[in-house]
């Protein structure tokens, strides 16, 4: 309903996930991550927004969770409910705030609204695995790995994408990005070394540990001088998600205003709110 107003808070993942698993489409979105960052406050995270505007300290011991499960724990339902408890006040508190700070040549609240718009034209693309997609995961994170860092990358990816395919398990299930970078930037030495690495141990690496790393070793063997391969030019402008400037999703964001918000710029006026968080 693009008359309610839906509150989230880094809404990057949530977008894309909607799109995959239930064919919804985000509009009239309002981002408290964004906000704060117009606002420029010391932290960015919900944890960080909690404390400031609740005097909350997050709890994220379910974090990780497997939260397939089904039917959903009691305590897992309570910490989602937890996780999204504060938003409307803290949505509140940080709309006046841009309000007050925004002068005749500066609205900052419209900007907050314009960057959660462009968030939310992120499209669902379903994942190919090709032989660059390790390096567009690489240059999405801003890595500088070295040749055999980046064989290590290149073969894990390569199992991460097999393996979650082969057991119909995501491949942040199988094994989460920062775990990935983490084995990659170190090339553990000893079996250990590799489950070292993660916290926790997704099941699927102890599983296969020793598979992860004969791969680990592999890597190792490549001179520390050797060439590293690049991401091709052509592909650098696609990895962000961020839309074409000639393509129909980047037109509509130029020419197509949300008409909710210059209503909420323009009135103290309570709005219905909706509220969706990850």
Known sequence: DPKIVKVLHGCDSDVVWL????GLYLVNVFD?????????????????LLQFYCSVTANKQFQLADWRVRPLPEELINYAREDTHYLLYIYDRMRNELINKGTKGSNYLGS???????????????PEFKEHSHLVLHEKHKKRFNAPQMEALKLLYAWRDKTSRRDDESPGYVLPNEMLFQISQNLPRELQGILACCNPVPLLVRQNVQEIYQMVSQARLIPTNAPVPKLPSEFRSR???TPHKGSQAAQAKRSTPAKTHGLLQKSGDAVPVREFSH
């Open 32 to 48: 408290t991550g964004q906000a704060a960052r117009v606002l420029e406050m010391p932290r960015f995270g919900l944890a960080y």
């Open 19 to 22: 799109q995959r698993d239930h």
């Open 239 to 241: 990895h962000g998600g």
């Open 112 to 126: 907050v609204w314009t960057k959660s718009r462009d968030l939310c034209l992120k499209r669902y693309e379903k």
